[in-house]
Structure formats: structure tokens, C-alpha cells
């Protein structure tokens, strides 16, 4: 049996973790100093990314992650993806958590370590879409 691809690897984490809504799978993924880089800003370490990640799902009840395609370089050390979250509104964006059923869409590269450990991915949403969305009146 052959050892899973990166891309295989990254997919498995957002399925244990996000559309499991479980954060603490974040544990069998990412090495410990791991870093997320969303909008600019590094949380660093594991444990922070966790929090992260709790806070986020708090935010989009029923968050389902879409994955509308992968591809890794040649040695497998980086993945990108083109990905599509849905879910009602619990107060995204610092808005009202009025329930409605929101969609974004964002990219992710990940670098991944010989050994398949998520080392640091850096995220980009379309977060003034959606703002823009939520408060049309």
C-alpha cells in the first residue's frame, strides 16, 4: 500500500476537522509550531490553531467544506486548493447570528512535511463578498 499524497492528506484534515466540526483531530495533522496565515495575520502553534478553528466553527453552524479542487507540486511539499464553505450564519463577520445560509469561497496553499505533517497554511476568503451579502437591506 502505497503512502497517501499530500493533497490526500490536506483533503483527510478538512474532513476530520472541519466537516466533523472537530477541532481536536487538528492533533493527528499538523506538527506542533504549526502556522495558519489568514488575512494577513500568523496564528502560531497548534494549540492556537485549535482555538482558531473552534471560534470559526462557532461562527458558521452546520459548516460544511466543499473541496472544488487540489494539486500539489512535484515533491508534495506544497498543496493548493480552490474550496467552497457553506453554512447559517452565527454571527460571521461580527455580525448578527440571524441563521441565514451563507456560502464563501476561499483558497489555501499548505506547505507538508516529507513525512505528510502540515507544517503552515496560508488561507484567503472572500470575506468582503460575503459581508457585502449579509448587509444588503
Do not use: Y
Request: no cysteine.
Amino acid at each position: 500500500m502505497s503512502a497517501p499524497t499530500s493533497v490526500e492528506i490536506v483533503e483527510e484534515f478538512w474532513d476530520a476537522v472541519w466537516n466533523a466540526h472537530d477541532p481536536d483531530a487538528i492533533d493527528r495533522f499538523v506538527v506542533d509550531d504549526f502556522v495558519l496565515t489568514s488575512g494577513g495575520e500568523d496564528v502560531v502553534s497548534k494549540e492556537s490553531f485549535k482555538e482558531w478553528v473552534g471560534g470559526f466553527l462557532e461562527k458558521v453552524v452546520d459548516l460544511k467544506l466543499e473541496v472544488v479542487e487540489s494539486f500539489q507540486n512535484e515533491d508534495g511539499s506544497r498543496v493548493a486548493s480552490r474550496w467552497r464553505i457553506t453554512g447559517k450564519n452565527n454571527g460571521v463577520l461580527g455580525l448578527e447570528a440571524d441563521q441565514r445560509w451563507i456560502t464563501f469561497t476561499g483558497t489555501a496553499v499548505w506547505a507538508v512535511r516529507e513525512d505528510g505533517k502540515l507544517l503552515h497554511n496560508w488561507v484567503e476568503r472572500a470575506s468582503w463578498e460575503l459581508f457585502q451579502r449579509l448587509t444588503e437591506h
